[in-house]
């Protein structure tokens, strides 16, 4: 079920009447019934990982409390320190046991729905390259719904308990809602345990003006979606179909064609689904924060996809940057290759594997990793040309301030990010280079003027009206810089002239989105992962 | 607490006159391209008191001519037909009729039977935005729908047609209050030549056997009929393509006997009625131009008269003058477009004004 969808508007409708209807302590419950009856929408089958990823996690979390309960008993009733220590050790190696077994089986059924056929297709290579006619069948499993997403949130959940950072849930139902909460399921954002339970089961009654509000939020989310991101989409789609008839110039214009609607796509999405949440007086956290903005790779990291960055670098990057291994290897690497190389070099390898996953989390396909391992490249190489910059920037020490730079620092890295997205939609990671390549090589700057863009792509009132939408998403940026929530500005206009925005961009959604006859209804971007 | 509702109640306000001035902008007019789509609305414009109703696809609103039937038999008439307008649609613009007047006679065009589901959207909608809300439009849209209609876009066309706003033009803003008009009982003129050539071949089928629902259908119009005690007839216009297979020309035949119905194939009467498709027909073929529509129309009035008690309504003064009115706007149509195909070789203007 499309959030863009009218039977999504209709089931909404009915989820809302149920939650006012139900008295506020069992409102969580309302909740999830809608989530579970959303899921099945995308296909009764995909329940079946669902719930068992909720149904181990919760077993193996209740076996962690429960031994986490009888080891504070026992110690309570033990006065020798040694006995004491050995309950501990016993009851932690327990529940070691539990998580790993939790890890392994919520994480085998991501790995099964999504990896199975990427490693049968890679094993199939190898056989061909040693020579041997044998293959493997492909198992063409359906990936179960926002599976990348739900299950990474409950392995943080697990994390957090096997941590004694999070007290685990007692009512597998609430466990249930965690991990299924519908607005989120479908592309995030990651939340975490102790943030979404603040408000995830309070049953919090809808009001006129939190309505108002979430309203806005989403009006906003279908804006971005519909009047941006649909409505540039099949352009994008004959400039990737045909690399070797687009590259240079036309390459650019794809790279740049996908940021916009990337970024349409995924924050209006987000929109949606947080101002959804705000309905039920839910809070979920964002996952944006103006990244076009940003001055560095690092800093981008730090505003797009937020979540999910945090989830890597919190449950990936520190743990196994501070792990047994790592401090063992960082020892050796000192001693082999000094103080400087040899301090960084651990830093490095934990950034690749974290980039590494994360790319791998994105798709299964070589594209993706290629794609997660440029960013951590370009991050590495930023670290290590950092005293470089230093010295720069103390021979030039006002240039930093200079709005010029800052402008050049901001163009930088936007295009930087649009190179390496190339490994997200161009097939074939030796496609994506030669592409790259085909900027210096082939730019032909004269043959992309003269073909026209608004003939071989989308008629040329396409291109406006999404001109139109991205004049509104800078007016939008403006009013949120400093972080401001932009309806925080709606407020303080007369409110002639705020109905009378809201009023304009819901007919704009109307009239310029692609929806309804004609067009077909497309999924949001990050769905897939 | 009183200013809040003045603010929700001028909003709601100010959105509902903005969307619907919206939407009737966007809604195309029909007034330059696809005239076809303003043929059933104005079934509403007339008097409701016609003899014969017409009731068919385009073989229907371009093949006969009610002013002959009027002006040689006192016939009053009118051709509820639209492109492609299936036989269920043709069924409900029955019904829809009788809502209105009780004709003596409906006359059914069977080229129809040849579609056994849903077609096409966009001739959905030349057939059924033109119908007025009632329990048979409802119908009509049940039975018609395809796959990606959705029942919004019928109670408010903007979501069907609001990627119009880049084809806006002046005829949008000079037609927002009146629609144009673009027939006259129906009866879209074309007094233009463009003789039949070429005719392609008839499509190869494996079955020639009409489909369940059209029969389905058809039974239903003939009790709807009897039920209301309306004759009703089966006609197959004299157009030279979409072929009408002899197997299917049987079927008819057949099933008109069955239900003692009067059924005409006039691709039979082609030499009796003087049809020369080199003068007769404004696109090869396809449909009869205004001049074979009379000679269609003549043959088919003494049809009419002689199976059924038809009145002679020219002696009826009201009718006569309506009806005169009528004739002379026709014959000064047809002057003004053979002026323009003599001027410009084109017709121009193709609305009736």
């Not at chain 1, 299950?151 to 965690?178: M, S």
């Not at chain 1, 920037?393 to 901001?410: A, D, N, T």
């Not at chain 2, 144009?180 to 089928?205: K, T």
């Amino acid at each position: 079920m499309l959030f863009t969808s009218s039977a999504f508007v209709a089931f909404m409708a009915i989820v809302l009447i149920l939650y006012r209807v139900f008295p506020q302590r069992h409102r969580w419950f309302v909740l999830l019934v809608a989530s579970m009856t959303f899921y099945g929408f995308a296909g009764p089958s995909f329940l079946f990982y669902i719930t068992a990823t909720i149904v181990c996690t919760y077993i193996c979390t209740t076996r962690i409390r429960l031994l986490r309960n009888a080891r504070d008993n026992a110690v309570a009733d033990t006065v020798d320190k040694t006995a004491r220590k050995a309950i501990r050790a016993k009851a932690k190696a327990a529940c070691k046991r539990w998580f790993v077994a939790c890890l392994l089986v919520t994480l085998g059924l991501l790995a099964i729905a999504k990896y199975t056929d990427f490693v049968i297709g890679n094993a199939n290579s190898l056989l061909g390259l040693i020579g041997s006619g044998r293959r493997f069948g492909f198992m063409h499993l359906a990936l179960p719904m926002g599976i990348s997403f739900y299950t990474f949130q409950t392995v943080g959940y697990i994390i957090d308990v096997y941590r004694e950072k999070t007290t685990p849930l007692t009512n597998p139902f609430k466990l249930a809602l965690f991990v299924s909460f519908f607005p989120q399921v479908i592309q995030g954002p990651i939340s975490r345990f102790d943030d979404l339970s603040q408000t995830l089961y309070s049953g919090t009654p809808v009001n006129r003006h939190g309505f108002t509000r979430a309203a806005q939020r989403i009006l906003i989310g279908f804006f971005k979606k519909l009047v941006i991101a649909d409505r540039l989409w099949p352009a994008l789609l004959v400039l990737i179909e045909a690399p070797d008839e687009f590259r240079g110039a036309f390459y650019l214009f794809s790279i740049l064609l996908y940021a916009i609607i990337l970024f349409a796509d995924f924050t209006g999405g987000l929109d949606i689904t947080i101002g959804i949440a705000e309905i039920f007086g839910i809070r979920l956290a964002e996952n944006f924060n103006r990244p076009f903005y940003s001055r560095s790779t690092q800093e981008y990291w730090q505003r797009w996809h937020i979540t999910m960055y945090t989830w890597f670098r919190d449950y990936v990057f520190y743990p196994v940057s501070v792990g047994k291994s790592m401090l063992r290897f960082s020892k050796f690497s000192r001693r082999f290759f000094g103080d400087g190389i040899g301090k960084r070099l651990p830093v490095h390898i934990t950034l690749l594997w974290t980039w590494f996953l994360t790319g791998f989390w994105h798709g299964a396909t070589w594209n993706f990793v290629a794609w997660g391992l440029a960013n951590g490249i370009v991050i590495m190489v930023s670290l290590e040309l950092a005293p470089l910059y230093e010295r720069f920037h103390k021979v030039f020490p006002s240039l930093g301030e200079k709005k010029f730079y800052r402008i050049f620092q901001i163009f930088r890295t936007f295009w930087l990010m649009n190179m390496i997205r190339s490994f997200d939609i161009y097939p074939g990671v030796m496609n994506a280079f030669r592409l790259m390549l085909s900027v210096i090589t082939e730019f032909d700057l004269s043959g992309f003027i003269s073909r026209n863009i608004s003939e071989l792509t989308l008629p040329i009132s396409d291109y406006v009206s999404a001109g139109i939408g991205l004049l509104v998403l800078f007016w939008l940026s403006w009013l949120g810089r400093g972080g401001i929530d932009f309806r925080d500005k709606w407020a303080t206009f007369a409110w002639p002239v705020r109905y009378g925005v809201v009023g304009a961009i819901l007919f704009t959604v109307l009239i310029l989105g692609a929806y309804g006859h004609g067009y077909d209804a497309r999924q949001f971007i990050y769905n897939q992962f | 607490m009183y200013m809040r509702w003045v603010k929700i109640f001028s909003s709601i306000i100010a959105f509902v006159l903005v969307f619907f001035v919206v939407q009737r902008l966007l809604v195309p007019k029909y007034a330059t391209v696809v005239l076809e789509g303003g043929l059933i609305r104005e079934y509403y414009s007339s008097n409701f008191d016609h003899n014969v109703v017409f009731i068919g696809d385009c073989e229907v609103y371009a093949n006969f001519s009610p002013i002959t039937l009027w002006d040689e038999f006192g016939i009053t008439s009118f051709l509820r037909g639209s492109p492609q307008q299936l036989i269920w649609q043709s069924y409900y613009l029955f019904h829809d009729t009788l809502r209105f007047e009780t004709p003596d006679v409906v006359v059914f065009n069977v080229l129809a039977m040849q579609y056994n589901e849903p077609q096409y959207e966009p001739y959905n909608r030349l057939t059924l935005d033109g119908m007025r809300w009632s329990r048979a439009k409802f119908s009509a849209i049940s039975a018609s729908r395809l796959y990606d209609e959705s029942w919004l876009s019928y109670f408010l066309p903007f979501f069907r047609y609001k990627d119009r706003w880049r084809d806006i033009s002046g005829e949008d803003f000079r037609y927002f209050f009146r629609s144009p008009r673009v027939s006259i009982n129906g009866f879209m003129i074309r007094s233009d030549v463009v003789p039949a050539g070429f005719i392609p071949a008839p499509l190869p089928r494996a079955n020639f056997q009409f489909g369940d629902t059209a029969y389905y259908y058809l039974d239903r119009m003939v009790q709807l009929a009897a039920h209301n005690d309306i004759n009703l007839v089966l006609v197959k216009a004299p157009t030279l393509y979409p072929h009408w297979h002899a197997q299917w020309d049987e079927q008819m035949v057949d099933f008109a006997q069955r239900n003692n119905l009067l059924y005409i194939n006039f691709l039979e009467y082609i030499e009796a009625m003087g049809l020369d498709f080199d003068t007769d027909t404004f696109n090869a073929g396809l449909h009869l131009n205004v001049f074979g529509a009379e000679k269609l129309a003549r043959f088919f009035g003494e049809i009419l008269l002689e199976h059924f008690d038809l009145p002679d309504r020219r002696n009826e003064s009201d009718t006569a003058a309506a009806w005169n009115n009528k004739s002379e706007l026709y014959h000064r149509i047809i002057e003004r477009q053979q002026a323009e195909i003599s001027t410009y070789g084109r017709i121009i203007n193709f609305l009736i004004n």
